[in-house]
């Protein structure tokens, strides 16, 4: 079975810009999470989806917005990227309470 | 005060020791608990995962979760080059509640 899949893997930008990431879960996982990862910490949680519903939300501005389709694959929208905004940004689906990663699309925001 | 506390390290040992990691956490709901291990510019992997007291162990690993004390451990034997990675340990609430990841440990297993 494919893991989770992460496009593009690579993206550079410039201030004030936008992007969208994009993420396809495990097959049979209906649940999709967002994470940001800095250099030399951990995770941390932007939005969590499942069945196309918002079901959580972590401590980041509006500026960051997702979706989720049909097929549970998912969208991560960031507007007027800042240079904070450079990190690895992690899609994870899931299936009860295992969490499975992808492996990120880096960000780097010039 | 984080929700999560794990020493950064770099955690150096020689190949074939006992690799020990841990995390404390403040938050008493917290019923999950993960290791999960990440290599450089990678996505994280899932180790090990629990959601009672006691140990787990699965090969060279074991998990260990001291719910009263708020401490999770991995212990990890006969430690190989390729252990070299930066371990990290999450927690949530529930089964639908957000992960809360420690800082993650760098560790370097030396042949």
């Known amino acids: 079975d494919a893991g989770v899949t992460q496009s593009p893997t690579h993206l550079i930008k410039t201030r004030g810009q936008h992007v969208t990431l994009r993420c396809s879960p495990i097959s049979g996982h209906k649940s999709v999470s967002w994470y940001q990862q800095v250099l030399g910490q951990g995770p941390q949680f932007i939005f969590q989806y499942y069945e196309k519903e918002e079901r959580g939300r972590g401590n980041f501005p509006d500026r960051f917005s997702a979706r989720q389709f049909p097929n549970y694959s998912s969208e991560l929208n960031v507007n007027a990227l800042l240079l904070g905004d450079s990190a690895l940004y992690l899609c994870?689906?899931?299936?009860?309470?295992?969490?499975?990663f992808g492996p990120g699309t880096r960000l780097t925001v010039l | 005060q984080k929700e999560v506390e794990q020493d950064p390290g770099p955690l150096s040992v020689p190949e074939g020791a006992i690799v020990s990691l841990n995390c404390t956490y403040s938050n008493s709901a917290f019923q999950y608990f993960m290791w999960y291990r990440q290599y450089s510019r990678k996505g994280p992997e899932l180790l090990m995962y629990?959601?009672?007291?006691g140990n787990k162990e699965d090969g060279r690993f074991t998990a260990q979760v001291d719910k009263s004390s708020k401490y999770i451990s991995l212990f990890i034997r006969d430690s190989q080059p390729s252990d070299s990675a930066t371990y990290l340990c999450?927690?949530?609430?529930?089964?639908?509640?957000?992960?809360?990841f420690g800082a993650g440990t760098q560790v370097v297993v030396t042949p």
């Open positions: 999450a927690m949530r609430t529930d089964s639908w509640g957000k992960f809360q």
């Open positions: 629990t959601y009672s007291s």
């Open positions: 994870a689906s899931s299936k009860g309470f295992e969490q499975f």
